[in-house]
T-cell receptor, first 115, second 111 residues
C-alpha cells in the first residue's frame, strides 16, 4: 500500500528530553512537511523539505529540528528547547512543493505528551 | 500574507440535509485549493483539489466550487449522513509557500 506512516502513534516525554518522531512515505514524493495541531489553533507549519538534503523553517520552527537524508524519510526532533511540546504532530507529503499540481497527503499523526 | 477563514466553526444538522461549508481567502492569486476531512485523533484525508483554472470538482456526494475573484470556496455535501461527521478543513496554495490552512468547520450530522 502506498502512503505515509508515522511512528509512534503515542509518545510520552519527560521534561528536558529530546524525542524524534518518524515519518516515512513510499509515494515517491519530493516534498515533505511537518505540522503541529493544537485545539482551536488549526495546523501550524513547523518545517518543510522540497528535496533531499534541503529544508526550510515554517512558522513555528523554534525548538524543533529535522533532517532529510533520504527521499522517503523526514524525521522531526522535538528538543528540550520547545517549551510546550504537547500536541498532535502531522506529517505530509506532495509530489512537489512548487506551484503546479501539488495535492498534499497526510500521515495518521503522532500524539506527543510531556509528563 | 494569505489568510484562510472558515465559517462557521461548528455546524450541527439532521441526517439527510444538504449543507454548505464555506472557505474564504484574502489573496485571490492562488494556484489551487484543497478540501480535507479530519476525524478525531486522525490525520487529514484529502477530499477534493481544485486548480485555479477550475470552477468546481465533484466526488460522490461532495461538490466543491471555487470563485477565485471573490476569494471564496464552498463544499457542498448532499444528503448528509452521520458518517459525514468530522472536521472539514480547506487550504490554499499560492506563491512558493506551502499550503495555508483554515481552522476548520466541525460538522455533526444527527441521526
Amino acid at each position: 500500500d502506498g502512503g505515509i506512516t508515522q511512528s509512534p502513534k503515542y509518545l510520552f516525554r519527560k521534561e528536558g528530553q529530546n524525542v524524534t518522531l518518524s515519518c516515512e512515505q513510499n509515494l515517491n514524493h519530493d516534498a515533505m512537511y511537518w505540522y503541529r495541531q493544537d485545539p482551536g489553533q488549526g495546523l501550524r507549519l513547523i518545517y518543510y523539505s522540497q528535496i533531499v538534503n534541503d529544508f526550510q523553517k515554517g512558522d513555528i520552527a523554534e525548538g524543533y529540528s529535522v533532517s532529510r537524508e533520504k527521499k522517503e524519510s523526514f524525521p522531526l526532533t522535538v528538543t528540550s528547547a520547545q517549551k510546550n511540546p504537547t500536541a498532535f504532530y502531522l506529517c505530509a507529503s506532495s509530489i512537489e512543493a512548487g506551484r503546479s499540481y501539488n495535492e498534499q497527503f497526510f500521515g495518521p499523526g503522532t500524539r506527543l505528551t510531556v509528563l | 500574507k494569505q489568510e484562510v477563514t472558515q465559517i462557521p466553526a461548528a455546524l450541527s444538522v439532521p441526517e439527510g440535509e444538504n449543507l454548505v461549508l464555506n472557505c474564504s481567502f484574502t489573496d485571490s492569486a492562488i494556484y489551487n485549493l484543497q478540501w480535507f476531512r479530519q476525524d478525531p485523533g486522525k490525520g487529514l484525508t484529502s477530499l477534493l483539489l481544485i486548480q485555479s483554472s477550475q470552477r468546481e470538482q465533484t466526488s460522490g456526494r461532495l461538490n466543491a466550487s471555487l470563485d477565485k475573484s471573490s476569494g471564496r470556496s464552498t463544499l457542498y455535501i448532499a444528503a448528509s449522513q452521520p458518517g459525514d461527521s468530522a472536521t472539514y478543513l480547506c487550504a490554499v496554495k499560492s506563491g512558493n509557500t506551502p499550503l495555508v490552512f483554515g481552522k476548520g468547520t466541525r460538522l455533526s450530522v444527527i441521526a
